[in-house]
Each structure stands twice: as C-alpha cells, then as structure tokens.
C-alpha cells in the first residue's frame, strides 16, 4: 500500500511559478515507481499532465510541455512538479499517482493504483 500527499498549490497570478510535492509512503520502493500528475478543473474529466519513470525518462500532455517540469528524489520518496508561465487555463485540481509498472496506459487514470488527495492550483488572470 503507498500513501501519497501533494503539497505547493495556492494562488498564483498568470505568468507565475508554482512547484508542486509529492510525498510518498508505506511499503514501497519509491525509485522503481512510476509516478504522474493529473488534473481536474470544475466540470471537465481528469486530464494527464505529466508522468516520469524510476530511471528519470519522462513524459508531457502537449499543453504543459515547455512549461512544466517533472522530477523526482528517490532519497525523499518525492515527485515535483515545476509549473512556469502559468495560464487561467491551468486552473485545476492537481493531483499525484503512482504504479508499481510503467504501463502504455499512463496517459490514463486507470494505468495507476495509488493516488493522493490533490492540491488546488488557481491561476488569477
């Protein structure tokens, strides 16, 4: 079983920076678990943001590529995420997710087993 918290959200104004966390724990091997970022704005489908693997590859939904940044600390059981330039659009529910295995599916809900309680990002415009 793996716990996950996000932390960073907040209020930020259009053309700004946030950097989201991610703490994991439980029993789990940290760096062999891929990890990603969702996000859920009112009234729209939980969308892929960005997912990276235990060895550092990583993957963007093309509306963030450029403009956020996927990492992770395997000593800290961490994943960030970097957001830059951000848009109203942005404004989401984020949330953090893992598996066990890097799956073809990872641009979907259902490629992941654990996922935390999300952080509210609100971009002012």
């Known amino acids: 079983q793996v716990q996950l918290v996000e932390s960073g959200g907040g209020v930020v104004q259009a053309g700004g920076s946030l950097r989201l966390s991610c703490a994991a724990s439980?029993?789990?091997?940290?760096?062999?678990?891929?990890m990603g970022w969702f996000r859920q704005a009112p009234g729209k489908e939980r969308e892929f943001v960005a997912a990276?693997?235990?060895?550092?590859?990583?993957y963007y939904a093309s509306s963030v590529k450029g403009r956020f940044t996927i990492s992770r600390d395997n000593a800290k059981n961490t994943v960030y995420l970097q957001m830059n330039s951000l848009k109203a659009e942005d404004t989401a529910v984020y949330y953090c997710?893992?598996?066990?295995?890097?799956?073809?599916?990872?641009?979907?809900?259902?490629?992941?087993?654990?996922w935390g309680q999300g952080t509210q990002v609100t971009v002012s415009s």
């Open positions: 990276i693997r235990g060895g550092g590859l990583t």
């Open positions: 439980g029993r789990t091997t940290f760096s062999s678990y891929f």
């Open positions: 997710a893992a598996d066990q295995n890097y799956s073809p599916a990872y641009y979907y809900t259902e490629g992941y087993d654990y």
